[in-house]
């Protein structure tokens, strides 16, 4: 017994501290648990199921995925579901809630009028610091480097740096691409062919002209040109219009396919839940590293291209380019403040490269989605052909290209509207991304201070009516602008989810048909503070490339198969394919 009992006793005494021990394991897990769960933010609708497991809302994300429906199509989703313009989403197990506006009137007051309430956000910075670390876009404006990282960008986007000096440098490279179109349309011979690949070799000719002066040489539109001709491809056979022509592949080099790799690795940047952690292994990735790299090796000939530029013909050259302008003035602050010329920066570097990087894919994004319209609505392409027409009289009464001095003087708003529209409809983010930096009043709750915000961009407002809202719990600034622009397109006359550039005109007080941002909701460019930096340059160029596309090709109808709404998302959005079947307008001219 005795030793019975004292065997109880030592098992006892033994056991004690496991089941302590496993108590306390439970119990911490379940406080893990609970501190893992969604903590909903108060009085904001959210989906209820969501808030009570780890995974949040995840799960529909994995739904929309198996669905086949886009992943970024879940923030709009939300705000249908809980028809509310303000809304919060839980993104997995320890993370804060993320608060969802779906009101084009209360975005846009609140990133341009209540914008001192407001930072990048960490799900913002997070996108970038890990590509592109000094550029000011990974930064909170609250960063002690943000000023100095924005300086260095300072008068590339004034109209003047424009006119004179990124858009020429544009133009001749569009030239180039017009002419590869006009030996593919010759050799497709009016078959079908995609233009996806080729229109990366146009943007990125256009920016790289634009913010590194690349010549003609370097351009990939001009070597896919000459592969194409050496590779005598007969020409002038029998139509077979409902087939693709299979021109051979040709593959992004240099600066463009660093660009690309890049810019893959901030796609996976968005579904992560800790950027630093995913930046720390995305960066270790050789494909990555190589491409980081080598975008560093190139940028570098491009500076020091410039510095001997500078060095030959003083400061107060001409520019050609982006590059030529930052490199000048480091030089001159550098012979000011008696120190050596910092030229092989990461400042600089990630300068430069925030310009290819930014400039690029939503360009790109753009003009494809404009392009793929094209085909199916022949009536747009008539109409806005025939503004350009009217507009450039003697250019086309000489049989010649508008030359880019007319191109600046003129404005053509039809011709706006319909990138105005296109943008309006496939928005190249899908969201705008801010965090609270206090406690927010806003449509009557309480945004807590370091929450971050999510503004869509599609979906309510913008394509389909606006969900209601009470003038008074608008912000006072909001009310004070309630006659600016229409909360919806309800009234506009034209159904909000069609395809109507008319939407976007209307007559001045001389009676002149205008282009008018405030006829109703868009913010495909984001607003505020922090707004698209390239915005004017991105229009500009839409502009130009449009123009001449128009002027030199007709795109014709396509056949039944090959016409595709679809999207995909990458980097930015893009439309899953856009052929074209091109008759040229003009006679081919020979380049010299
Ligand atoms: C059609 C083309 C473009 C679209 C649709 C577009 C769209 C956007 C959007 C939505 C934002 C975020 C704005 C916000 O949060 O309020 C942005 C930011 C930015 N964009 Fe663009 N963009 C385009 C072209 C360009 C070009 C051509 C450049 C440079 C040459 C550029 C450089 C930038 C930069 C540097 C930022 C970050 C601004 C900041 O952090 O303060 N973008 N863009
Ligand atoms: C642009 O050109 C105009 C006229 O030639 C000149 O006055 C101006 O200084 C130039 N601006 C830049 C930034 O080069
Ligand atoms: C190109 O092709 C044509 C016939 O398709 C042929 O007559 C000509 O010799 C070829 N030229 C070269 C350089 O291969
Ligand atoms: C973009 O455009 C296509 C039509 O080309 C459309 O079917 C698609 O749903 C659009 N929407 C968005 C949000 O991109």
């Known amino acids: 017994m005795a030793t019975l009992d004292l065997n109880n006793v030592t098992t006892f005494i033994q056991l004690r501290p496991l089941a302590i021990g496993g108590a306390l394991v439970m119990g911490l897990l379940y406080v893990i648990y609970l501190r893992a769960l969604p903590k909903p933010l108060p009085g904001i609708p959210y989906d209820v199921e969501s808030s009570r497991r780890l995974l949040g809302d995840l799960p529909h994300f994995f739904a929309l995925e198996k669905s086949g429906r886009r992943i970024m199509e879940f923030w709009a989703d939300v705000a249908r579901r809980q028809r509310s313009p303000i809304t919060q989403y839980f993104a997995g197990p320890f993370t804060k809630p993320v608060v969802i506006i779906s009101d084009f009137r209360e975005t846009k007051d609140l990133l341009m009028r209540r914008a001192k309430l407001l930072d990048h956000g960490s799900l913002n910075t997070g996108l970038w610091f890990g590509a592109i670390p000094h550029h000011f876009v990974g930064m909170p404006s609250s960063d002690p480097r943000y000023p100095k990282a924005k300086s260095l960008s300072n008068d590339l986007m004034t109209p003047s740096f424009l006119h004179n000096v990124s858009l020429p440098a544009s133009y001749q490279k569009t030239l180039n691409f017009v002419n590869l179109w006009q030996l593919k349309a010759r050799i497709a011979n009016e078959q079908p062919f995609t233009a996806l690949e080729d229109f990366n070799f146009l943007t990125g000719d256009i920016i790289c002209a634009a913010a590194l002066g690349i010549l003609d040489e370097e351009s990939d539109t001009v070597k896919h040109y000459n592969r194409l001709k050496t590779n005598n491809l007969s020409t002038g056979h029998p139509t077979k219009s409902n087939q693709v022509y299979p021109f051979p592949e040709y593959k992004a080099t240099g600066i463009l396919e660093a660009t690309h790799t890049i810019a893959d690795s901030i796609t996976g940047a968005r579904t992560a839940s800790m950027p630093k952690l995913y930046w720390f292994f995305t960066n270790l990735r050789p494909s990555v590293s190589k491409a980081q790299k080598e975008r560093t090796r190139i940028l570098q000939t491009y500076i020091d291209r410039a510095r001997d530029t500078v060095a030959k013909s003083g400061l107060s050259t001409s520019y050609r380019a982006a590059v030529d302008y930052i490199v000048s003035r480091e030089i001159a602050a550098a012979k000011k403040e008696s120190r050596l010329p910092a030229l092989s920066s990461p400042e600089i570097h990630d300068s430069l490269f925030g310009y290819v990087l930014g400039g690029q894919s939503t360009t790109h994004s753009v003009l494809s989605f404009m392009i793929r319209r094209m085909a199916v609505r022949q009536d747009v392409q008539t109409k806005l052909r025939k503004e350009l027409y009217t507009l450039y009289s003697s250019a086309a009464s000489e049989k010649r290209n508008p030359t880019i001095h007319e191109f600046l003087a003129m404005h053509a708003p039809y011709l706006d509207a319909v990138i105005e529209e296109t943008m309006r409809l496939n928005s190249t983010a899908p969201v705008l991304i801010r965090e609270a930096m206090e406690d ?53 006359g034209f159904p909000p989810a069609d395809f109507h550039p008319e939407r976007w005109l209307r007559k001045d007080g001389k009676g002149n048909t205008v282009f008018d941002i405030k006829n109703g909701p868009t913010l495909g460019f984001g607003a505020g503070p922090r707004e698209c930096w390239g915005k004017r340059l991105a229009y500009h160029e839409l502009k130009l490339i449009t123009t001449l596309l128009l002027w ?39 380049k010299k």
């Open 440 to 492: 927010l009043d806003f449509l009557g709750r309480t945004i807590p201070k370091g929450t971050n915000i999510f503004c869509t961009l599609w979906g309510p407002s913008y394509d389909e009516p606006a969900i209601e809202v009470d003038e008074e719990v608008r912000s006072k600034s909001s009310q004070a602008h309630k006659e600016e622009t229409p909360v919806d397109w309800t009234h506009s």
């Open 552 to 590: 030199n090709f007709d795109f014709l109808p396509l056949p039944a198969d090959l016409v595709d709404t679809d999207v995909v998302d990458f980097f930015v959005a893009k439309p899953k394919s856009c052929f074209v079947r091109l008759r040229s307008r003009v006679p081919e001219v020979q």
